[in-house]
């Protein structure tokens, strides 16, 4: 049996016990209703429930589905040629003792003697079986010789003297008849069961008498032409392919049929089981937007398919369907249905999927086994799918990895709350995935995911993993060599106590490993400081889900001190502050902690001085950047030539974390004379000639040096009377004063 065969028993065996039945598991809700996921009790418990409103949740099978429909499916497969092989030798053990047999029980009408109904016989190597006795005479044609290359069924047979009617041919009738290269069914014949013609693989010319009114659907890989009869009531034919009368049903289209495009014709609502099963030619299939209904096995097989659009108003697209069609390489979904199980399944060359409509679920290991799948694409504004980099999704819940993409590493988001069933298979480029903290993982969630290399899975999770407790296991068949990695003893604990994740069992090492640091980068590799000066490093980490720890540090903590990367200058020095990862991986940033030039410093305009006489000693206002030195701290003063009139300097020496000196000059301006005190010049007597009498000028306790500070002139000064003295500042003094003196006569 093949392995499609054997899940459909599994699924029709499912109905009968008190499992989700397959078929209404995946029926399709009410319009505006909620679709919910099935999941497992313990992942109720977890807490694990949709809360978002969009996008709507889809139909999945459940764990105990899954694990009930495939059960050792993997294995049955193995077995599929010895049981093909056993039910031949049955059948053809069957036939041949029906036909040594041939018991005829007789009846009598009239003079005739007639077979009773089952009566089996032989005529020109064709098998008949007698259905009709009484009112009619009719047989069921049911066998020919294996080596036979025609059957050309005549209208009627003649068995011991009774002419009967071929009418029918049973479920199985011909089956398994590979050389029969051409079929003519008789005019009288009405029926046809559905797999009368099962794997006649060789047929060729197909032709259907008037009265038929049922026709297989199985069989016919190499079908080239249909001819029908005129006048038929039940079937009609457009451009060769086989339609129910009203056009409404396609019913079979040739395999090997000329032509590589084929669009449905408006009209056609349904495309019943097998249609195109085995087709050979065609590249290109569309429905249009009148078909509703996709039966099961439908597009199963065929082998040149390249293309596959489905129409807008398709509302079942059943079982098997785009199921092992070893050259599709795009599939279009458009409708509103849920996808039947085993659809668009081992499908080798397939690299695109797009979905376009309400696609609101799908059943059993549809979208799976296809390796050669690039990306998932998604209609802007889906109810139910989303994509991230090509990757399915529902919401938060990943659904299927498209195991051709690119890349050797795939990070799922942190927003990822489930990983679906089957959603890692066959994956050719991606030997590790790494996963979010918190994320539930479902029942074979990673099921075959590397056929070609070995896989590492990490878990990020610190305290408790969160996974399927189902007997099918979460991690089935993994590759040799393969590993799973907790983050800690308390991850590795919990995930332990799964005991069924991996199946089979020990079949990958479980350790301990965190995510290793791969690149650093700082936001500086040097920086100059100033004493006491801090400022802030900020690092790219790389892969950024990292596990493992990174350590900040400094080469010497007397020149520059570290802590969550904000860096202190403690001395003057140099010194390299450091980010390392547990592995080693590790980022420098150079720190010299340096004096700062006083000289390029801005210094406050100095104000012109007077002169005092003293020492004249200015203040000044330093500033670097935003701050304001302080003397004594920062820096120290020295003067020169600071006590006359003219240009003095002011010296600035830096100090602590500034050093060099900065001159300043600043001015020192004449004293005006008027500011001195000259003493009273007593009274002088004549004496004929001029008379000048010294004077003594004082500023304050300096008593002030003539022709030094001052230059003196006079007036008046001969003759009795009032003289007057003209004193001018010289020197550090500017202006003048006048100031009298009396002279009196000479006694």
């Known amino acids: 049996m093949k392995q499609k065969q054997v899940a459909v028993l599994l699924a029709a065996a499912i109905a009968t016990t008190n499992t989700i039945n397959v078929q209404a598991a995946f029926s399709a809700p009410q319009e505006n209703t909620s679709i919910t996921s099935q999941?497992?009790?313990?992942?109720?418990?977890?807490?694990?429930?949709d809360t978002l409103n969009l996008p709507k949740k889809i139909e999945q099978p459940s764990e105990r589905e899954l694990a009930e429909v495939s059960g050792d499916l993997y294995a049955e497969n193995k077995n599929a040629d010895s049981d093909d092989a056993i039910e031949d030798s049955t059948n053809e053990?069957?036939?041949?003792?029906?036909?040594?047999?041939?018991?005829?029980?007789?009846?009598?009408?009239?003079?005739?003697?007639?077979?009773?109904?089952?009566?089996k016989f032989t005529i020109d190597n064709i098998d008949y079986e007698v259905t009709a006795n009484t009112d009619a005479f009719e047989v069921a044609a049911k066998d020919i010789s294996i080596a036979a290359t025609e059957l050309i069924l005549p209208e009627t047979v003649t068995y011991e003297g009774v002419t009967y009617q071929i009418t029918s041919i049973p479920d199985g009738g011909f089956q398994r008849r590979y050389r029969l290269q051409k079929i003519v069914l008789p005019e009288g014949l009405r029926t046809v069961g559905s797999s009368a013609f099962r794997f006649c693989d060789g047929v060729k010319e197909l032709y259907l008498p008037s009265t038929l009114e049922t026709f297989c659907n199985e069989g016919f890989q190499s079908l080239e032409t249909i001819t029908l009869a005129d006048g038929n009531q039940a079937f009609q034919l457009i451009d060769g392919v086989l339609f129910s009368k009203d056009g409404t049903t396609l019913r079979l289209y040739p395999s090997a049929k000329a032509g590589s495009e084929y669009v449905t014709?408006?009209?056609t609502t349904t495309i019943s089981e097998s249609a195109f099963y085995y087709n050979q030619n065609l590249k290109s299939l569309i429905l249009s937007d009148d078909v509703t209904t996709v039966e099961s096995y439908a597009f199963d097989e065929m082998q040149g398919l390249q293309t596959f659009i489905c129409g807008k108003n398709v509302s079942t697209f059943d079982l098997y369907n785009l199921y092992e069609c070893p050259e599709l390489q795009s599939v279009t979904l458009k409708g509103s249905y849920i996808l039947g199980s085993y659809c668009i399944n081992n499908c080798p060359k397939l690299e695109r999927i797009e979905?376009?409509?309400?696609?609101?679920?799908?059943?059993a290991y549809s979208f799976y086994d296809l390796p050669s799948l690039k990306e998932y694409v998604v209609n802007e504004g889906n109810l139910y799918y989303n994509t991230k980099d090509g990757v399915l999704y529902n919401g938060t819940d990943l659904l299927r990895y498209p195991a051709a993409k690119e890349g050797s590493t795939y990070v799922v988001p942190e927003e990822a709350t489930e990983i679906a069933a089957l959603a890692f298979s066959y994956m050719q480029n991606t030997t590790e995935v790494i996963l979010p903290p918190d994320v539930y993982v479902a029942t074979q969630a990673f099921d075959y995911p590397n056929t070609n290399h070995p896989i590492d899975i990490y878990f990020r999770d610190t305290e408790k993993v969160q996974m399927s407790k189902s007997v099918s296991g979460v991690f089935?068949?993994?590759?040799?060599?393969?590993?799973?990695?907790?983050?800690?003893?308390?991850?590795?604990?919990?995930?332990?106590?799964?005991s069924n994740a991996i199946n089979p069992v020990g079949s990958v090492e479980v350790e301990i490993k965190k995510i290793p640091v791969k690149k650093i980068t700082l936001s500086e590799t040097s920086k100059e400081l100033k004493l006491h000066e801090s400022f802030t490093l900020t690092s790219e980490i790389l892969p950024s889900y990292y596990s493992e720890n990174v350590t900040w540090s400094t080469s010497d903590s007397k020149v520059a001190t570290v802590k969550d990367g904000v860096v202190t200058a403690v001395g003057y020095g140099d010194c390299q502050i450091m980010l390392t990862s547990e592995s080693g991986i590790q980022a420098v940033c150079k720190v010299s902690v340096t004096q700062t030039d006083i000289h390029t410093l801005m210094v406050s305009e100095v104000a012109s001085q007077l002169y005092t006489g003293k020492a004249i000693e200015p203040e000044v206002m330093v500033k670097d950047g935003e701050y304001t030195l302080q003397e004594g701290i920062d820096y120290t003063l020295s003067y020169e030539n600071n006590k006359n009139v003219g240009?003095?300097?002011?010296?600035?020496?830096?100090?602590?974390?500034?050093?060099?000196?900065?001159?300043?000059?600043?001015?020192?301006?004449?004293?005006?004379?008027?500011?001195?005190?000259?003493?009273?010049?007593?009274?002088?007597?004549?004496?004929?000639?001029e008379i000048t009498p010294k004077l003594v000028v004082t500023d304050g306790e300096q008593t002030l040096v003539e022709g030094t500070?001052?230059?003196?002139?006079?007036?008046?000064?001969?003759?009795?009377?009032?003289?007057t003295v003209i004193v001018k500042g010289k020197g550090n003094y500017a202006g003048s004063q006048k100031v009298t003196f009396r002279i009196r006569e000479k006694i």
Do not use: C, M
């Open 39 to 49: 999941i497992s009790s313990e992942q109720s418990n977890l807490g694990i429930t």
């Open 93 to 119: 053990q069957v036939a041949e003792t029906d036909r040594n047999v041939n018991k005829t029980l007789e009846t009598k009408k009239g003079d005739t003697k007639v077979a009773e109904i089952g009566t």
């Open 265 to 267: 014709p408006v009209g």
């Open 355 to 363: 979905i376009l409509d309400d696609i609101r679920g799908y059943g």
């Open 476 to 498: 089935v068949a993994l590759s040799e060599g393969s590993h799973i990695y907790l983050s800690n003893e308390q991850a590795l604990e919990s995930f332990l106590s799964y």
């Open 647 to 689: 240009t003095g300097t002011i010296l600035i020496h830096g100090k602590g974390r500034y050093k060099g000196t900065k001159t300043v000059p600043f001015t020192i301006a004449a004293k005006d004379f008027k500011h001195v005190e000259i003493q009273e010049i007593p009274v002088q007597v004549y004496h004929g000639e």
């Open 709 to 723: 500070d001052y230059t003196v002139s006079y007036e008046n000064n001969i003759n009795a009377g009032t003289a």
